[in-house]
C-alpha cells in the first residue's frame, strides 16, 4: 500500500517541475557532465563539453532527455569547474532539463567565462533570459504547437538576444513549421538572431524540412541532431 498522500504526490510533482529558484548558493542539482561533439546549434560539429542540470518545467511530448527531470546530484559549482578544468575542453554548454531554473547556473557561467571558456547556454525560451551574462552564447528554443508547450513560450525574451545568438525551432509536422514561420514574421526574428530549424528526431524528415526552407526563401539553418546519427551521447 502507497503511503503518499495525493497532497504530497501534488507537492513532488511540483518540485520536479520546479519553479525558478531565487536562492542563491554554491551547487547545482547536476544530471550527468560529459564530453561529445556538440550535435546542434552553429557549433555543431564541434567537441564541446556537456553540463546537463535537472529538473524541467516543461513536459514537450517529443524530449529526448526525459531522465534529467529527476533526481540529479547536489554538486558544488567549484567541483563543477574541477571537473571541466579536467577535460579540458574550452567550450561548454549548458543545458539541462532546464538549466534557467537554478539561481546559481548564472554564477556558473559567468565564473566560465571569467576563466577563458566559450560558454553556450540551450534553454526552452520558457524563463526570463535576461539575467544572462552577455558573454555567454543563447541557443533558445521557441516551442512550436506539437510540443504541447506552445503558450509556454516567453516572447518578451526576444528583445534580450544578440545578433550572434541563436533561436531554435524544433519541428514535428508542416503545422509546425507554418507556425515557425508565422513566428518570425511577427517578431522579425531573422533581425535579431540566427534562426535554426530542426526536425523532432526520427519523426519528421530532415530531406522534407529541408526542401520547406529551401521553398520559404529564407535565411534559416538546417540543424540535425548529429550526435545521433553519430550514436554518440
Ligand atoms: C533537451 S533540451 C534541454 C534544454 C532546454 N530545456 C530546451 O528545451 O532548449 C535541448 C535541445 O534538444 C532539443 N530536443 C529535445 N528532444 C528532441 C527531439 N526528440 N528531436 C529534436 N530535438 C530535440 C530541444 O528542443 C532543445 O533544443
Ligand atoms: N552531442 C550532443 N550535442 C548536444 N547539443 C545540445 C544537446 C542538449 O541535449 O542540449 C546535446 C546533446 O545531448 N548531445
Ligand atoms: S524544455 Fe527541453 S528538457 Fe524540458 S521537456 Fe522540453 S525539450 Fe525536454
Ligand atoms: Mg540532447
Known sequence: MSLTTPAQRAADIAQERGTPEREERSWLRLTEIFFSIQGESSFAGMPCTFVRLSRCNLRCTWCDTTYSFKGGERTEIDDIISRLDAIGCKV???TGGEPLLQRPVHTLMSRLCDLGYTV??????SLDIAPIDERVHIIMDLKAPGSGEVDKNLFA????????????????NREDFDWAIAT???HQLLDRAQIIFSPVH????????ANWILESGKSIRLGLQIHKFLDVE
Not at 120 to 125: D, R
Not at 202 to 209: A, K, M, N, R, V
Open 92 to 94: 561548454v554548454e549548458i
Open 184 to 186: 518570425i514574421e511577427e
Open 120 to 125: 553556450l547556454i540551450e534553454t526552452s525560451g
Open 202 to 209: 526520427g519523426e519528421l524528415s530532415g530531406h522534407e524540412l
Open 157 to 172: 525574451n526576444i528583445e534580450h538576444l544578440k545578433p550572434t545568438d541563436e533561436v531554435k525551432f524544433v519541428l514535428l
